[in-house]
């Protein structure tokens, strides 16, 4: 019972974090292809590929903080008020996306006009973790 939720959470985290660098990684794959084949070094070439994971691994931290200070609690709740259902948990991840960047840009001192691309990609990859989250409950056939 316990891997089966560690396994529904790790997919849910999974399908925020896909979600969120998608766009991004995008960008930085395009950008990193061309040094593959370029001469140079293979630390180059390392350092390219960094780049080009590199919204893999800057949205893994935030997804995983969303659903264990929001997604959790919200399904506690959700159960306990026997309202869970697709649109509650999508609409919860998406609003919870939606507001945790900002907190996290603050703190940070980085511009708030950056702050609707953030707070978009936060809503596509909670409502993206937050769908997960449904379809992979238990007692779904």
Do not use: N
């Amino acid at each position: 019972m316990i891997l089966r939720q560690l396994r529904r959470f790790g997919i849910s985290v999974l399908m925020g974090t896909v979600t969120a660098a998608a766009l991004p990684a995008c960008f930085t794959i395009a950008l990193a292809i061309p040094s593959l084949f370029a001469p140079g070094s293979w630390e180059e070439r390392f350092v390219m590929l960094r780049f080009a994971a590199a919204p893999f691994l800057l949205s893994f931290p935030p997804v995983l903080a969303g659903m264990l200070l929001i997604g959790l609690p919200a399904t506690a709740i959700l159960r306990h008020f026997d309202r869970e259902s697709d649109r509650a948990y999508v609409m919860t991840g998406a609003v919870g996306g939606l507001l945790m960047p900002l907190p996290a840009l603050v703190m940070i001192g980085i511009d708030l006009g950056v702050a609707p691309l953030f707070c978009a990609l936060g809503l596509v990859s909670g409502a993206a973790a937050g769908h997960s989250w449904w379809i992979e409950r238990p007692g779904r056939a």
